[in-house]
């Protein structure tokens, strides 16, 4: 099985997933990745990686369970700040990375070293091996996304956002590896606009899934987002912040849409089966169950 993952929703599933089975593969979204002290941080991948290596901050869903913060304050003491808060484990594998890129691994080699080192069984790939950038564009101003989200919280208005040098994307031979032996697809409840729609841009990515059996779970109930600025970058994009709007985004690609019991929309998509069940992952048997519902599925 192939997973499309973004950073929070969809790594929640995978602490389930991995419960239920070992056998899968997850293609990760890396234009939210940024330089920072030095050091690239790829929060989304980190997330993936973190919840297989099961050493994930469960309360968050980002960085390492029980970390500190004692670089980040003292860096913040000596007056120079950072743009987003790094623990000082999290930073440990930042290092690790960026020195694997400097001795000239690719982004895919070098995080599947990182993986192997923390013990993931599973390949964590990212998208593609180039550096691509999510901006927001709100008037006059253009922002990297994790100035957005992070530094600003969310706040500013979103006219719209893209992605830079995504034409210059290429899809990686593991990635076409990948796809090519296997026929199922799970793409989770992330963001479809910033987490999942840089991967569909890569290359060929969305003619491939065309051909492959995929199943689809909204992160959308009852026309807002479980978290995250879904909601946000979907009226930038003009789409409907529903599960509805959801599954017109995706109906070109998707065999089966799986929406939350509790959301009262009617998805009617030709050609897709709706499933309904329970989506709200709050605890290790919530996300177990949607798992294995899927599994089942497939």
Known sequence: MIVLSGGTGTPKLLAGLKEII?????????????WISGNIICPDIDSVIYTLAGIINEDKWWGIRGDTFKTHERI?????????????????????????????????????????????RQKVLPMCNEDIRTMIRSGREEMHFQEFW????????????????????????????LIREEKNVLIGPSNPISSILPILSVGKMRELLKDKY????????????????????????????????????????????????????EVKIEGVEVCKTDTIMKDSEKREKLAKFIVDLL
Do not use: C, Q, W
């Open 214 to 265: 995929v199943v689809v779970v909204s992160p959308i109930i009852e026309r807002k987002p479980v978290s995250g600025p879904a909601a946000s970058f979907m009226n930038a994009k003009g789409i409907e912040v529903s599960s509805r709007g959801v599954a017109e985004f995706y109906k070109n690609i998707m065999d089966v849409f799986i929406v939350d019991y509790r959301d009262e929309e």
């Open 76 to 120: 913040k003491e000596m007056g120079l700040g950072e743009l987003m808060m790094l623990g000082d484990l999290d930073r440990a594998t930042h290092i690790f990375r960026s020195n694997l890129l400097r001795d000239n691994k690719n982004k895919t080699e070098a995080n599947l070293i990182l993986a192997r080192s923390l013990g993931v």
């Open 150 to 177: 992070v530094y600003r919280g969310g706040r500013p208005r979103i006219d719209d956002i893209y992605f830079e040098h995504i034409e210059d994307a290429r899809m990686t031979k593991e990635i076409k590896d």
């Open 22 to 34: 070992e056998d899968f593969a997850v293609i990760v979204n890396t234009a939210e990745d940024i």
